[in-house]
């Protein structure tokens, strides 16, 4: 399998939750730090896809939700689910939300395996992968891509949407007034209410 990092930039981040959601760049067709190309338009993949955690494929951690194919990059936003039963998963989970919420991860990567015929090697050493399968997405410390990035971090509460009439697949709700764009913003941070 190869391996294609990204940079994160977190925005927000509530802790009372049910759902937190995570969206950003997986990949643009700039050269990485391999001098590698990974060619936005040349995906195949399904959704909803694993989130990992660093790689593991017995460490999910959530799953992606949308994904698209564009020229510039490959757009994306995954859930997170907030885990109360105490175990293995819970605290991989909570690792994984605190390490965004410090910003001590920065960085997505994307798993995936080049196509049949899907590669072009380069003069500068690097590969083009002009056809490729994405596996999987995963939280990682070091980026090689620096122009791909997460953007926001956003908490859903699933019960309190479903009071508003909001359905959790509804994009357009979760997002008002999201026309694709997005704004680098300081991350802000809500205190949990002590019981």
Not at 146 to 165: C, F, Q, S, T, Y
Request: net charge neutral.
């Amino acid at each position: 399998m190869q391996y294609a990092y990204t940079l994160l930039d977190c925005k927000e981040f509530h802790e009372e939750i049910d759902v937190v959601k995570v969206t950003g760049m997986a990949s643009t067709p700039t050269p990485d730090r391999s001098r590698d190309i990974v060619e936005p338009l040349g995906a195949v993949f399904e959704i909803p896809m694993p989130l990992l955690w660093m790689h593991g494929s017995d460490k999910p951690v959530g799953t992606v939700s949308f994904a698209k194919a564009t020229k510039k990059g490959l757009p994306f936003e995954t859930e997170i689910p907030r885990v109360t039963e105490p175990g293995n998963l819970k605290d991989r989970i909570d690792e994984a939300l605190q390490s965004l919420k410090y910003k001590l991860i920065t960085a997505v990567s994307i798993g995936f395996r080049p196509l049949e015929d899907g590669m072009e090697f380069l003069d500068n050493g690097g590969i083009r992968f002009n056809s490729w399968e994405w596996l999987e997405l995963s939280l990682v410390t070091v980026p090689a891509n620096p122009e791909a990035r997460i953007e926001v971090v956003k908490a859903i509460d699933r019960k309190a949407m479903a009071a508003l009439g909001i359905k959790a697949d509804d994009r357009s709700s979760l997002f008002p007034g999201d026309s694709g764009r997005r704004h680098r913003r300081p991350i802000q941070l809500i205190p949990r209410k002590q019981s």
